[in-house]
């Protein structure tokens, strides 16, 4: 394989106050120039605190990230927000297909498809979330689901430069709960091949992130599996200190 340089991004979810930007600030503070150098970082905050964080921001090392985005550019559409939006308030990138949008929101592989390609309308990387269930792992089905979800939600066209995907099984996320590094491992080359099959060169460089109860104690060993090239972190990215924990694993 190609030398990837990882990303860790956060995702904030549905926390964070203008009030309480401080463990952003602390981020920066924390982020010397070597480990801006060996890992890209960004936050994804809600979507409320985006502008206010780029201005105080510019030109730090943090990057800005959106949580979801509206497939289409503008419109009738109470309530969404599109890339477009996101974009023109200081992100560079959109997370989609969530778990949690797919759960809450009835998002299909379409859906996440076709925000994806928003994004990159948008010139925004597209962060596209795929994961399976307990019981989809117990049934032996994790990487059939994934495989699948991969074909529905990257749209043709993904380069390493506008897509980056982030591996979370749903039963990870939150719950303090990890797969072992061999089976994050099994996972990881199971995405790589396939999106060499579809994608060649590009599929061979795109960034492949772990999700799912990545903290300070479990960063380092996860971060060495072959093809992951990062993380993507809920919880733990909501302090400075455990979002830098993470970053020492570089
Ligand atoms: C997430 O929701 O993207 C996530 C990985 O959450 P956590 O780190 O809290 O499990």
């Keep these: 394989g190609v030398k990837i340089k990882p990303l860790v991004a956060g995702n904030w979810k549905m926390n964070g106050l203008k009030s309480n930007l401080a463990e952003f600030y602390k981020m920066r503070a924390g982020l010397t120039d070597d480990l801006a150098e060996a890992v890209d970082t960004m936050i994804c905050p809600p979507a409320t605190l985006i ?3 780029a201005e105080s921001s510019a ?10 985005c509206h497939a289409e550019m503008s419109g009738a559409h109470t309530g969404d927000i599109s890339a477009e939006m996101l974009k023109d308030a200081g992100a560079k990138a959109v997370i989609v297909g969530h778990s949690e949008r797919r759960a809450d929101h009835g998002e299909k592989d379409a859906d996440v498809n076709a925000k994806a390609q928003a994004a990159w309308r948008a010139g925004l990387t597209a962060i596209i979330c795929v994961g399976e269930t307990e019981a989809e792992r117990k ?6 689901v994934v495989e699948r979800q991969l074909n529905g939600s990257v749209p043709d066209g993904a380069t390493a430069e506008n897509t980056v995907v982030a591996y979370e ?11 072992t590094a061999g089976d994050v491992e099994d996972m990881h080359k199971a995405m790589r091949d396939n999106l060499v099959t579809r994608f060649a060169g590009a599929g061979d460089a795109m960034r492949l992130l772990y999700g799912g109860s990545v903290k300070p104690a479990n960063a380092g060993e996860l ?5 992951v090239n990062g993380a993507l972190v809920g919880g733990a990215s909501l302090t400075a200190d455990a979002f830098l924990g ?4 570089y």
Excluded: S
Excluded at 169 to 179: E, H, M, Q, R, Y
Excluded at 223 to 227: D, R, S
């Design 51 to 53: 502008a206010v964080l």
């Design 246 to 249: 993470i970053l020492a694993a």
């Design 59 to 68: 030109g730090g090392a943090i990057a800005l990230g959106g949580q979801d």
């Design 223 to 227: 971060m060495a599996v072959a093809n």
């Design 169 to 179: 099984p749903v039963w990870a996320i939150g719950t303090g709960l990890t797969p």
């Design 139 to 144: 049934a032996g089905q994790a990487v059939g």
